[in-house]
């Protein structure tokens, strides 16, 4: 396996938007490094999306955003898709392929990677396989689980052996088995190929859990950037969240936060109620 050669990603003084709204306005970060999960966290429309879509290409970004020595913002769409992968959210729906068929399409649509139809075959299998859905290799996309259509999406982005892999709340409304499955492979090809990755995550305990870094973003801005033991506070939490948390470490070390109540608008802590008892209709 191929072991990517431009493990650094920079990204200085970048600027997102959608039309005149600016979402991310002159946004700076220490560098993403090769063989490290970075996970994205934040409340609603902090723009934890917009960022992964512009570092993938795929949002207008004035600033810079360098892989290595390469100017990502310079390369046009093909250029950029061979060194990036991005795995949106969700797959389309209503596709007719199947999941080896996609996993090929995707193979062959990196300008980088387009191997003879047998070598092709044999990298896709070994992706599927890897993967654990090999079996599922012939099985339309259509009749897929939500868990095993993540697997899938999965492996057409790491077909490709990209030096950054962006993945996009990758466990959304997966079962506790699919989410460790997912990112316990996300962590094995990152370690195994040296890759960059940055993960979008709403579910914080995934992410203190899987990622050696953590940057939480709010309204465009970055909160905290560190590992997840730094970045993850009940301060940043009720600046962030607005919540009154708790955050220890589990016998293995891992981060756990327990929220324990919402905070008011103006920084009160709100009614608590028993698990049993809902709060009073308004």
């Known amino acids: 396996m191929t072991i990517p050669q431009e493990t650094t990603l920079h990204l200085d003084a970048l600027s997102v938007g959608y039309g005149a709204r600016t979402v991310i306005d002159g946004l700076s970060l220490t560098p993403f490094r090769g063989g490290e999960i970075t996970a994205l966290i934040g409340p609603n429309a902090a723009g934890k999306t917009t960022l992964l879509r512009a570092l993938a290409g795929l949002q207008p970004a004035r600033g810079a955003l360098r892989l290595g020595d390469v100017d990502l913002l310079r390369l046009d769409g093909a250029a950029h898709a061979a060194r990036v ?33 047998r070598t092709a075959h044999t990298l896709v299998g070994e992706t599927l396989d890897a993967l654990g859905i090999g079996a599922l290799a012939f099985r339309s996309l259509d009749q897929l689980s939500g868990g095993q259509r993540q697997l899938a999406s999965l492996a057409q982005s790491v077909v490709r052996q990209p030096s950054v892999l962006l993945l996009d709340e990758p466990t959304s409304a997966l079962d506790l088995n699919y989410q460790f499955r997912v990112m316990h492979l996300v962590q094995s090809i990152v370690r195994a190929r040296g890759i960059i990755a940055v993960v979008v995550l709403h579910d914080i305990a995934l992410a203190c859990r899987w990622c050696q870094r953590v940057v939480v973003l709010s309204n465009g801005r970055v909160v905290a950037d560190s590992t997840p033991a730094e970045a993850i506070t009940p301060d940043i939490l009720a600046r962030v969240y607005g919540v009154q948390a708790r955050v220890e470490p589990c016998s293995r070390g891992t981060v756990h936060v327990m929220v324990d109540n919402v905070l008011g608008g103006d920084g009160a802590i709100g009614p608590s109620y028993p698990r049993s008892v809902a709060p009073p209709s308004t």
Do not use: N
């Open 85 to 117: 992968s991005y795995m949106p959210q969700a797959l389309p729906q209503r596709v007719a392929l199947t999941v080896f068929e996609a996993t090929l399409s995707a193979l062959r649509a990196s300008p980088s990677a387009r191997p003879d139809a």
